[in-house]
């Protein structure tokens, strides 16, 4: 079997890399997260010779050994030592023992072997899975005993998680300093490509690093030059963007990157530049920016039912979705900050209009309102009627904001762990203050398969194969991937049902085995006791 070979180094130390040619791509990543004696939540970047950021994955160019690739971890989850850790020693385990013993056999298989063993990945998911537990405390929420009871000011966070909702300042200002570090490199042509494509790994970048392909993107379509958009300006935009964006499972900072990155890609993949006007495609653009600053990781149902500041704010009216657009018009009212501040007083109008239209849209109560809407004017959809326009923007933003399973399984479904948390926290909470508890986010009634196979089916390809009605191109970039994932997730709950069918079958002929087994004890006691025995009973 064909092999590549890499030459690179870890903190100043080299190393060696073998991997099958075409080998997955996981199996790389966990290659150099091996050499770099890195844990499964850690940051690793990539740098090619000329110093430019590059993506691990199985198409890197093989190297020499006088042209050294460089690793980095850049980023270690620093949290999750200190209950995990705790936790961990109580118990007499030595999960960092354990982790490293694991990567190193990981790497000798690897290099000697070729390809990992299901017994070793089924190890390592063990071993994950199990600081998981250690190291969270969502799955205990429901006890209510992490919430903050203490009288003052101060609220407690209203997401049960070892981080505090909101960014601390000092968190803020190491990823701005980060940032304004990196914002003057140059991206290289290779990320800038895939940059462009709905099979972008988010989990490979930091967010000051995400702030910088997010710069890129305001570069590449030319709205620096078109709408004077200074420079330091964009760069105070985006650092208020990352700080308005809080510390829960789902609705992050890297969500929103995720919405504008695909918003960005289906731009260039359905040639929207030779399309429609340079206004349109800012507003698509920073509305998927803005789409859900400051969401607390609860949703409108939640908000009406609690009557929150928020539903009592907007009249129990898209609370969250009016809350959104207000704070990014508040971050815009600023002028250090405000992207738009050269434009003139009809074009920020266009603008300001646009974003409130398409950030409402993402509220998925208005789900078949909208696509009904744009379904009806598909047959004779004009690109130069202003109304036509205005639909296509919402259905695009709709599709971005739900598009995680159109990428790779491997982006896609770490997310969908990440939104199930988000899920089974607001239940959790529902059931503790006693309000309607939101079905499809019940841990007890909500499996992983069962939450997407009917909505891929009834929501995701309906609205996905109507953009591919007007952008035939997009078949394979967006529909084809998600269809899989339908396929993948029915498999899934077919064999949950199928272990849940046997587990009760075992469960029922256990029972019937003690049902029967119980009557005849005592009297195959007597029988074994012999005849004298017997006969001492009957006297």
């Known amino acids: 079997m064909a092999t590549k070979i890499l030459y690179f180094t870890v903190n100043g130390r080299p190393e060696k890399a073998e991997f099958p040619v075409g080998c997955p791509a996981e199996d790389v990543k966990d290659l150099f997260r091996s050499a770099a004696e890195a844990g499964p939540h850690d940051i690793l970047k990539l740098y090619n010779p000329k110093g430019n950021i590059i993506n691990i994955s199985p198409s890197l160019e093989p190297n020499g ?16 030592e200190t209950l995990g850790a705790g936790l961990a020693g109580a118990l007499g385990f030595d999960l960092s023992s354990m982790e490293k013993r694991l990567q190193g056999l990981e790497k000798k298989i690897l290099i000697e072997a070729s390809e990992t063993p299901a017994v070793v990945h089924e190890m ?12 969270n405390v969502e799955h205990l929420s429901w006890l209510g005993l992490f919430k903050d009871l203490s009288e003052g000011t101060h609220k407690p966070s209203p ?27 140059q991206v290289s042509e290779e990320v800038r490509q895939y940059l462009k494509t709905p099979t972008f790994d988010n989990w490979q970048w930091e967010d000051a690093e995400i702030m910088v392909l997010l710069q890129v993107m305001y570069t590449d379509l030319d709205f620096i030059a078109a709408f004077n958009i200074e420079p330091e300006v964009l760069q105070q935009f985006l650092f208020e963007v ?30 929207l530049k030779s399309k429609m006007d340079s206004v349109d495609l800012l507003i698509m653009l920073t509305c998927a920016v803005c789409h859900d600053l400051d969401h607390t990781g609860y949703n409108n149902a939640y908000q009406i039912n609690a009557r929150t ?31 738009f501040r050269n434009l003139s007083m009809d074009q920020y109008k266009r603008i300001r209009e646009g974003i409130i239209k398409c950030i409402l849209a993402t509220d998925m ?8 809407k744009f379904k009806s004017i598909l047959p004779s959809f004009d690109f130069t009627n202003k109304d036509h326009r205005d639909v296509l ?27 199930l948390q988000e899920f089974y926290n607001q239940s959790d909470k529902e059931k503790l203050e006693g309000l309607p508890v939101t079905p499809f986010m019940d841990r007890d009634k909500v499996t992983k398969p069962s939450s997407q196979t009917g909505f891929i089916r009834f929501v995701l390809l309906p609205l996905f194969i109507e953009l591919a009605n007007l952008f035939p191109c997009l078949e394979q970039h967006i529909i084809d991937p998600v269809r899989k994932a339908l396929d993948y997730y029915t498999e899934m709950e077919k064999a949950l049902e199928k272990e849940k069918q046997i587990r009760a079958q075992s469960d029922n002929a256990a029972k019937s085995k003690e049902e029967t087994v119980g009557p005849q004890g005592p009297a195959q ?3 074994e006791a012999g005849p004298e025995a017997l006969r001492a009973d009957t006297q």
């Not at 006088?66 to 980023?75: D, G, I, T, W």
């Not at 129990?316 to 900050?337: G, M, Q, R, W, Y």
């Open 525 to 527: 006691s007597h029988a």
């Open 365 to 372: 109560t208005r789900h078949n309102e909208i696509l009904n």
């Open 124 to 135: 390592k998911k063990q071993v994950d899975s199990f600081q998981e537990k250690l190291e």
């Open 159 to 185: 997401f049960y998680h070892k981080r505090t909702l909101h960014k601390t300042r000092k968190e803020c200002e190491h990823v701005r300093e980060q940032f304004l570090q990196m914002s003057s490199l």
């Open 393 to 419: 923007m919402m259905i695009l933003i709709k599709v971005s904001d739900i598009s995680n399973e159109a990428r790779p399984m491997e982006v896609a479904e770490p997310w969908l762990d990440c939104l």
């Open 242 to 271: 990352y700080r308005r964006y809080n510390n829960i499972p789902f609705h992050n900072f890297k969500h929103c990157f995720c919405v504008t990155q695909m918003m960005y890609g289906l731009i260039w993949l359905t040639d």
């Open 65 to 80: 050994p006088n042209a050294f690739y460089k690793l980095e971890v850049v980023a270690a989850d620093r949290n999750s």
């Open 309 to 339: 500041e928020l539903a009592l704010r907007y009249n129990d009216i898209s609370p969250l979705e009016n809350h959104h657009c207000a704070v990014a018009f508040e971050i815009l009212e600023k002028t250090e900050s405000n992207i």
